[in-house]
């Protein structure tokens, strides 16, 4: 059974700092995916990731995976209140054709 | 382009009563996804679909749930007789085809249950 999880589960940082959000998994997959939600919302997709050493970058935000490890990232670079949210990993079951298992979530809080 | 239409955006329903809770795929996509999440929790895999058939329900309840996607209309996810636990977000997502192209996700369905 596939397991994903993510850390850490709440994260609160102050505007202007680096942090990271941790992903792993636990079978073989080949496609992990991030996305965003804020409360109340639905899902918004940021990354498709598909191989190992992919790394792909979207305004303060850089997404990499290392298949080997099972372990994707999310680095948050200089953050700023907007970015609150609450991001989830979600990796492909490679053998149960498209569908998602989702991490638990990180919870992240910008302050001014 | 429409995104993912879900339909209704909040239910509320008594102990026992019916709910069904429809998704529009996005236009060209042929395959639905259905998702359950609890509150401050991940979403967690239910049933997945193509037109008129089901393709993998090994995360849908045995009982009281069901799943469709007809030939012609939206696809249905009914829930049975509701208890308490059922309520949660239900979210619906689509495909263009199985692979490396990410689900695109409806608004939810917020069930409450009285």
């Known amino acids: 059974e596939l397991k994903v999880e993510q850390n850490p589960l709440f994260l609160s940082m102050q505007e202007g700092k680096n942090y990271t959000i941790y992903c792993n998994y636990s079978?073989?997959?080949?496609?992990l995916y991030w996305y965003r939600q804020d409360p109340g919302k639905s899902l918004e997709s940021l990354f498709v990731?598909?191989?190992?050493?992919a790394v792909k970058q979207e305004g303060r935000l850089m997404a990499s995976l290392d298949t080997k490890a099972r372990l994707s990232t999310l680095h948050i670079t200089a953050a700023v209140h907007d970015l609150s949210a609450t991001y989830f990993c979600?990796?492909?079951?490679?053998?149960?054709?498209?569908?998602?298992?989702f991490g638990g979530g990180t919870r992240l809080m910008v302050k001014p | 382009n429409a995104g993912v239409m879900q339909n209704p955006r909040h239910l509320v329903r008594r102990r026992g009563q019916e709910a069904r809770l429809r998704c529009s795929p996005m236009?060209?996509?042929?395959?639905v996804y259905w998702y359950r999440q609890l509150p401050e929790e991940g979403l967690k895999f239910m049933v997945y679909?193509?037109?008129?058939?089901?393709?993998?329900e090994s995360g849908m309840p045995k009982e009281r749930f069901s799943a469709e996607f007809p030939k012609e209309g939206p696809s249905i996810l009914r829930i049975q007789q509701v208890v308490r636990g059922d309520s949660a977000a239900y979210f619906c997502?689509?495909?263009?085809?199985?692979?490396?192209?990410?689900?695109?996700f409806g608004d939810g369905t917020r069930l409450s249950i009285l």
């Open positions: 997502a689509s495909s263009r085809i199985e692979g490396n192209q990410p689900q695109h």
């Open positions: 079978t073989t997959s080949d496609r």
């Open positions: 990731l598909l191989s190992n050493g």
């Open positions: 979600a990796v492909a079951n490679n053998n149960a054709g498209n569908m998602l298992t």
């Open positions: 236009k060209g996509h042929s395959h």
């Open positions: 679909l193509q037109k008129e058939n089901i393709i993998d």
